[in-house]
């Protein structure tokens, strides 16, 4: 990852561990916004140094008020900011001139609000960085590090008990976070940090997260995001906790058009398509949770120190129901309910009832309540299978057995070393709190446990891959195929002809094309080539030839030649009259039973994007497509092909024979090389249709559209 520079380093570093703290509209009223973070850091026994500011006041709580910035005994590390929005800039300004490095600023009234606010915010920000200052917010209600008492938040949630914890909490949404880090107080799940970015006026949720996951104490981040717009900043953090073996979960909103439009005008962020988002954040090994809910549940699987080495499920059951409802749902979340081996199942024998069942899922019937050892030896012997990396133990009820029940899970963790799960539907609410109490994760529904337990195993699963080096960029001379400054390369659609030049020199398979700008020219080029030919229209103004009637297939002989290229024309003047017509395409008939799509595109937020999709001509119909973040090696590209939703077309159906995924994989990952190095002046290519045959893909037909960035008014 590239490092912060320090001294912004030492800023955040200030902010989030700050010895003393200074509040900028400190009330005596703890009620009061401007009150309550002064409450907490007293209540709470924050040991740094409390330094309130209001010219009002003498003294707030027995601590003495400070009538300015400017009469404060010592910069502060941190100040909290809690004026009306009319005073932040001030306020800010005040605080970089008095050596204070950062602030949380509580005070709405910014960019939310429209473009007079976001005038101001900017404004904010750009005081905040001429004196060296980081920001948190502002329209945020601030943070709170549970290690050193650091309560800089009027939030609800600081209201409560706020003991430390293993998870690190950054949420873009105020409320909605507050509400989530509630909930995962009443599951006992501890939040080390909970911080609110507001409106990401300076930090922004990436780079807090990345100053909070480096603590030891941390285990597990977790995020609730509404928007995005520095896609490369998410990519260094998802590195980042990759390389320290944490998870990170986020709960993104804005999955549909509807969304994310509520989204854009909720936090003004910009929006990311969000089949890019969850593509990238995948391809990165972060874990991404429909709701609150799901992601408390995978956090509470996360938050286990046992690691699962493969994605083999046990699960035993008082249901026979139960546990076929968990199998299902296993399945479809990647993970496998494997069969028993003959020693396992021989073990149960031993210990089961004859009405029960030994197979995976084992069925230990009610009868366990009677006979304790029954669940215990059962659930032992399941963990120690070589088949199974982690088990679900589902039951219902129970609630006079609940000292009995908890005893036999803490017997069953002690003799086990593999993630074990406690399913306990209508469960009383003691035996939640003392299993818990005993570090035992537990569940109230079967198929969030079975979810939760699939997160756990696709985390530790991502780990387990090899830390390959970052794929590396091909060379410049090989991969800029021209000089960005020469004067005969434009902005905008490219020349058949050289686009597929630059593409082939880069080792991605296109079928050669040559332009015949008359008929005569057209026949040349056929006898050329040798064997039927296709011909396409060539115009700058038509991207999708199919469309317009400009392709015409299967073409040898010198009539055909003719009266092709005569007829192409003339379908291109009726259908576009305005457009630019270049001449004609001749190319050689490719082979090949299926047909797939392949693209890049530079995104706004993630940069270069390749896809690859089913379809051909029907992509947007089925709509079977993957994206990947470029570049990317050959096994990722691999991981790309299986994605899909008819994969096994790829396999061979109907007597069609199964096409060389490696070679399709190579194309991508080719391709994928190439986009990187080309970011800067490729805005989108098309490779669409791609032929898959015997000899392997080839595309035949391209789009490859320029815009340079270094150079906007070129």
Not at 82 to 103: C, F, H, N, T, Y
Request: charged residues 20%; glycine residues 8%.
């Amino acid at each position: 990852m590239t490092p912060l520079p320090c001294h912004r380093a030492d800023a955040i570093t200030a902010l989030i561990h700050p010895q003393s703290i200074a509040v900028i509209g400190a009330s005596s009223d703890l009620s009061k916004i401007n009150g309550r973070p002064l409450k907490h850091l007293m209540d709470k026994g924050y040991t740094g140094r409390i330094l309130p500011v209001n010219p009002k006041y003498a003294q707030i709580a027995g601590l003495t008020c400070y009538p300015t910035v400017a009469s404060l005994p010592e910069a502060a590390d941190l100040a909290i900011v809690a004026v009306p929005a009319s005073e932040v800039l001030k306020s800010i300004d005040a605080l970089g001139q008095r050596g204070v490095r950062a602030a949380v600023i509580f005070s709405s009234g910014f960019g939310e609000t429209g473009p007079e606010g976001l005038a101001m915010e900017h404004a904010l920000a750009e005081c905040a960085r001429s004196h060296g200052m980081v920001l948190c917010g502002p329209n945020c209600l601030g943070f709170v590090n549970a290690f050193e008492n650091v309560y800089a938040t009027f939030s609800q949630y600081a209201d409560g008990e706020t003991g430390p914890g293993p998870i690190a909490f950054v949420t873009q949404s105020g409320a909605f976070g507050t509400a989530i880090a509630a909930l995962a107080r009443e599951r006992g799940l501890g939040l080390g940090y909970f911080i609110n970015t507001g409106n990401q006026a300076d930090l922004d949720f990436s780079e807090l997260m990345l100053s909070v996951i480096e603590d030891p104490r941390i285990r597990v981040a977790a995020g609730y995001l509404e928007g995005l717009d520095d896609g490369a900043s998410l990519i260094r953090l998802a590195r980042r906790c990759r390389e320290l073996n944490k998870p990170l979960v986020l709960t993104k909103v804005g999955r549909m058009a509807s969304g994310q439009r509520a989204a854009a005008s909720h936090t003004g962020a910009l929006a990311v398509a969000d089949a890019v988002f969850d593509a990238v954040i995948r391809q990165y090994g972060v874990l991404r949770a429909r709701n609150e809910e799901q992601m408390l549940d995978m956090l509470e699987a996360l938050s286990t120190e046992r690691v699962p080495s493969g994605n083999g499920l046990g699960i035993a059951t008082q249901s026979g129901g139960a546990g076929v409802m968990m199998a299902d749902r296993a399945e479809e979340v990647g993970l496998v309910v494997p069969e028993l081996t003959p020693a396992t199942q021989s073990r149960l024998a031993k210990v089961m009832p004859a009405f029960g069942a030994a197979g995976n899922p084992v069925d230990v019937t009610g009868q366990f309540v009677a006979r304790p050892e029954l669940l215990r030896e059962s659930v032992v012997a399941l963990l120690d299978d070589p088949g199974i990396h982690v088990a679900i133990v589902w039951l219902q009820l129970m609630t006079a057995h609940v000292d009995t029940l908890v005893h036999i899970f803490c017997e069953i963790r002690d003799r086990t070393t593999k993630p074990c799960f406690v399913c306990w539907v209508a469960a009383p609410a003691d035996a939640l709190q003392k299993l818990r109490a005993e570090g035992i994760v537990v569940f109230t529904a079967g198929e969030r446990a079975v979810e939760a337990a699939a997160a756990l195993a696709r985390h530790h699963a991502f780990q387990r891959k090899a830390l390959a080096c970052e794929p590396a960029v091909a060379k410049a001379l090989h991969a800029m195929p021209f000089d960005a400054t020469a004067g005969d390369i434009v902005d905008g659609v490219q020349p058949s002809v050289q686009a597929t030049e630059w593409l082939r020199a880069a080792g991605v398979p296109v079928s050669a094309v040559s332009l015949a700008r008359d008929e005569d020219q057209a026949v040349a080029q056929w006898r050329a080539v040798g064997s039927p030919v296709v011909l396409k229209i060539e115009s700058p103004d038509i991207t999708h030839k199919t469309e317009v009637g400009g392709v015409i297939l299967k073409l040898n002989d010198e009539v055909a030649v003719r009266q092709a290229y005569r007829t192409l024309m003339q379908r291109a003047r009726d259908a576009m009259p305005d457009a630019r017509l270049e001449g004609v395409l001749v190319q050689p008939m490719a082979q090949g039973h299926l047909e797939l799509v392949v693209g890049a595109q530079r995104d706004p937020v993630f940069g270069m994007i390749v896809m690859v999709g089913l379809g051909g001509v029907l992509v947007e119909v089925l709509k079977d497509v993957v994206f990947r973040h470029a570049p990317f090696d050959v096994d990722e590209a691999q991981a790309m092909l299986r994605e899909l939703r008819m994969t096994a077309l790829l396999d061979g159906v109907r007597g069609q024979p199964a096409v060389d995924r490696t070679a399709i994989a190579q194309m991508l990952s080719r391709l994928s090389h190439w986009a990187a190095a080309m970011q800067a002046s490729l805005a989108e290519l098309d490779l669409n249709p791609v032929l898959v045959g015997a000899d392997g893909p080839i595309a035949v037909d391209c789009v490859m559209v320029l815009e340079d960035q270094r150079h906007p008014a070129r």
